[in-house]
């Protein structure tokens, strides 16, 4: 594996740094640098454990409090609000899709980032499962 998300992020934080301040840019670098040092420890144990990598088996999964995402109080963290627009060019709104959907699924990503763009059979896949049932969008 290639430090190739981290590189790709410095250079686009680089080339923008102008559009952000400097507690902005520094929170930018910083997680981009933590990117790029959890790279080169997983190419250190791809190497000395081919397959490690892998994707999971069918049907596996994490629970939110093993995977860190529940609070000391048990209850869920909120995911951070977000504006920004989707891959046909119409704003998306945080607040607006989570309060108007059952079920919710955003996937960041891009195009440089191979385990990305090797999940979208995957997500289609789910997209079109949840699709049949109601108040259900996925954004890509």
């Given amino acids: 594996t290639e430090q190739i998300m981290a590189t790709f992020l410095l250079n ?12 902005e840019l520094k929170i930018l670098k910083d997680g981009a640098n933590q990117i790029k040092e959890i790279e080169g420890k997983l190419t250190i144990l791809e190497q000395k454990y081919p397959g490690c990598g892998s994707k999971p088996s069918e049907g596996e999964s994490v629970d939110a409090e093993s995977a860190g995402m529940v609070s000391e109080n048990s209850e869920l963290t ?3 609000s977000f504006k920004g627009k989707d891959l ?3 704003d998306v709104n945080s ?10 699924v955003i996937n960041f990503w891009f195009t440089t980032c191979n385990p990305c763009v090797g999940e979208l059979g995957d997500l289609e896949k789910l997209n079109k499962e949840l699709a049949q049932k109601r108040r259900y969008r996925y954004r890509y």
Avoid: Y
Wanted: net charge negative.
């Fill in 95 to 104: 607040d607006d899709i989570f309060s108007s959907n059952n079920v919710t």
């Fill in 78 to 80: 909120k995911f951070p």
């Fill in 88 to 90: 046909d060019g119409k």
């Fill in 12 to 23: 686009t934080i680089e080339n923008g740094k102008d559009n952000f301040t400097a507690d």
